[in-house]
């Protein structure tokens, strides 16, 4: 997305900085880092362009660094304790701390792209947990049935914070891996770090 192309080393070492800085104090305000996946995210990336929009979660720092925000101007959000709530306007990039609300806001802005005929194109990231949610099920299938310009991304750990989302659910397969349409792919993943923090200092 930005001139220059970020690698899976630069993704990870960014995140190795924000976790030292956590456990040195230095950011005092929630944190959710992410590992794994980095390759699958490039890919993704490769295909969201500038004038795109992406909608996701509260683990958001990999999203940000590929939609192309500097990561001076990133990590500064960071201190100023908006790691689980980066809102960047002018990279189109959204996130929220609260499981499943970016969805919908998502999809209101992909029905508008398509009744302006525009070119862009909505891409709205979620866990495997929240896309078992009702909030998920309709976003994505309306979006479907409107055959509006959003793709949906389920990040996989099979997590929520700590509990495991099939067995929550019973069932080996989860919504997403059934659904008939096209606007939803996946990747799998396992976080070497915790739901939250960084594993040193005790957060919350």
């Not at 456990?23 to 295909?47: C, D, Q, V």
């Not at 029905?111 to 976003?139: H, P």
């Not at 994505?140 to 949906?152: C, E, G, N, V």
Request: proline letters at 3%.
């Amino acid at each position: 997305m930005g001139e220059k192309i970020l690698t899976t080393e630069d993704l990870i070492n960014f995140e190795a900085k924000v976790a030292e800085l956590f456990n040195k104090s230095k950011i005092r305000a929630p944190i959710h880092l992410s590992s794994g996946g980095e390759e699958k995210l490039i890919e993704i990336f490769s295909s969201i362009n500038r004038d795109d929009f992406v909608f996701t979660t509260w683990r958001s720092h990999y999203h940000a660094l590929l939609k192309g925000i500097p990561q001076e101007m990133l990590l500064a959000e960071i201190l100023n304790g908006n790691s689980i709530s980066l809102n960047f306007p002018e990279f189109n990039f959204y996130s929220s701390a609260i499981a499943g609300t970016h969805m919908p806001l998502a999809v209101g802005l992909a029905y508008a792209l398509k009744l302006q005929n525009s070119r862009s194109k909505v891409w709205c990231f979620v866990g495997d947990m929240t896309s078992e949610s009702g909030i998920a099920s309709s976003s994505i299938k309306y979006s479907a049935r409107q055959d509006l310009p959003i793709t949906f991304v389920i990040e996989d750990n099979n997590l929520s914070v700590c509990s495991d989302t099939r067995k929550v659910w019973n069932s080996e397969k989860l919504f997403y891996a059934d659904f008939p349409h096209n606007n939803v792919i996946a990747y799998k993943y396992k976080n070497k770090y915790p739901h939250a923090g960084a594993g040193i200092r005790v957060q919350f």
